[in-house]
């Protein structure tokens, strides 16, 4: 194991001590302080909200199902949920201030617009609410306080008086300006808050089917993961050295801490130095004024078929992805995974530039985008896992174990050098360190 835990914490108290990706030993203590599901929704700030939601929309294969903005009374802030199965995203963006707001009807309690605008000023397009779906969010928000959470919202009760039931929501701060936002549903069953107004749209899907996990980037990850440990209980999945994920010119350090049902994966990752090039993490540090999510993963269940459709799209309105890694790749791929994939598939994740990966459970399929904003901080990656089925013991049906293939430590070094080369287009201050 590469931490000092308490076991009666569930919790990392001393210092961190690294062993690096081989030498870890996977455990999971279940040690979760309150009841958690998996990932409910994530939200963005931005500067304009209309035109962002569409944007991901057609990107990402993702309708618009609910919405908040002047038409259903909201003289704040507009904000449109999009949804593709479980996955769900809103795009939040303030109304000038100058507008009477007295009798104004949001969703958001303590949403305050000076707060949102000096959000987007520091950070650009950025995710400000990771939500997670609790047993209890008023437990979880007064546990996690108890255990040093910074407190950012006190619960509130959201009712719904035109579709019926209430929803609890409570925040905490994860890190930086980023919020992990509780919500607990009692009896509500809309698709993003209570007053949203539900909206009917072409359905639109390319496959995706939930949040797999959210990555931040940190300055100093002991910090960040001894916090986030210690009010959570979540425990270590897995983490990785500048040794196992680097390149000779930069890297990072990195730690997956998990809930006990492993459908809520939070990575965490601070930059390196003394290496050619600064850690692309330090790059985000600075482009993202402090730390931040920068990658979120979706997980879809036929990654050749979702990334036919997002590529069609690349050039009119999509996202861009990372140049694809050198023939040599793909020519080695059957000696690693030849006998998960067929030589079909292995043809198919050449023409699509999608890396392949595995550990000792299952196999990763992942691919990911360019920066999706004006920075480059924020991305997104899409994936496959195959394998790691497992008998769920409350329901008895079959489901796959959370973070099934891991994180594609293999494909590391070829995601720095697309990033490398990804920022040789960029302004030449980023060259050197």
């Known amino acids: ?60 294969g993702m309708h618009l199902v609910a919405k908040s903005d002047q038409t259903t009374g909201n003289q704040t802030y507009c904000s449109y949920a999009i949804q593709s199965n ?45 939500g997670i779906l609790v047993d209890d969010a008023d437990e979880a928000f007064r546990i996690s306080v108890e255990h040093g959470a910074v407190s950012v919202l006190e619960p509130h009760v959201l009712s719904d008086d035109a579709k019926g039931g209430k929803m609890v929501m409570a925040e905490v701060k994860l890190y930086g300006d980023v919020v992990l936002r509780y919500v607990s549903e009692q009896g509500y069953k809309g698709s993003m808050l209570p007053n949203y107004e539900e909206v009917e749209s072409l359905p639109l899907s390319y496959g995706l089917v939930r949040l797999d996990h959210a990555v931040g980037n940190v300055h100093n990850l002991a910090e960040a993961v001894n916090y986030i440990a210690k009010f959570t209980g979540f425990h270590e999945f897995a983490e990785f050295t500048a ?32 290496t050619k090039r600064k850690s692309q993490i330090q790059t985000y540090l600075e482009h993202n ?3 931040g999510l ?10 050749f078929s979702t990334l036919r459709e997002m590529r069609t799209r690349t050039h009119i309105g999509g996202f861009d992805f990372m140049p694809k890694p050198p023939p040599t790749y793909y020519k080695n791929l059957a000696n690693r995974v030849g006998d998960i994939l067929t030589a079909e598939q292995i043809k198919e994740c ?8 595995k550990d000792d459970q299952g196999v990763l399929l992942q691919i990911f985008t360019k920066p999706v904003g004006d920075r480059p901080s924020i991305f997104v990656e899409i994936i496959q896992r195959i394998g790691c089925m497992d008998k769920d013991e409350s329901t008895g049906a079959t489901v796959q174990k959370g973070g099934c293939g891991g994180f594609g430590k293999g494909n590391f070094s070829e995601l720095f050098k697309s990033i490398e080369e990804y920022e040789k287009t960029l302004d030449g201050t980023l060259k050197v360190h």
């Not at 690294?18 to 990932?39: A, I, M, S």
């Open 1 to 60: 194991m590469g931490l000092d835990k308490s076991e009666s914490e569930g919790s990392v108290v001393g210092p961190l001590h690294l062993v690096g990706c081989e030498r870890f030993v996977r455990n999971n203590p279940k040690t979760d302080r309150f009841g958690v599901e998996r990932f409910h929704h994530v939200e963005f700030w931005c500067g304009d909200a209309s035109n962002t939601w569409r944007r991901f929309s057609w990107g990402l």
């Open 86 to 130: 479980e996955l769900v995203f809103a795009f939040t963006a303030p109304y000038s201030s100058t507008i009477d707001q007295t009798n104004t009807k949001m969703p958001h309690p303590g949403y305050k617009s000076d707060e949102a605008r000096s959000f987007t000023d520091s950070h650009g397009l950025a995710v400000r609410a990771v």
């Open 243 to 274: 040794g196992d994920v680097g390149t000779t010119e930069s890297g990072l350090n990195s730690m997956v801490v998990a809930s006990n049902n492993e459908m809520v994966l939070l990575p965490i990752n601070e930059p390196t130095f003394g």
């Open 289 to 291: 004024e402090g730390p």
């Open 294 to 303: 920068q990658h979120l993963a979706l997980i879809c269940d036929n990654i």
């Open 350 to 357: 050449d023409e699509l530039g999608i890396l392949v990966d």
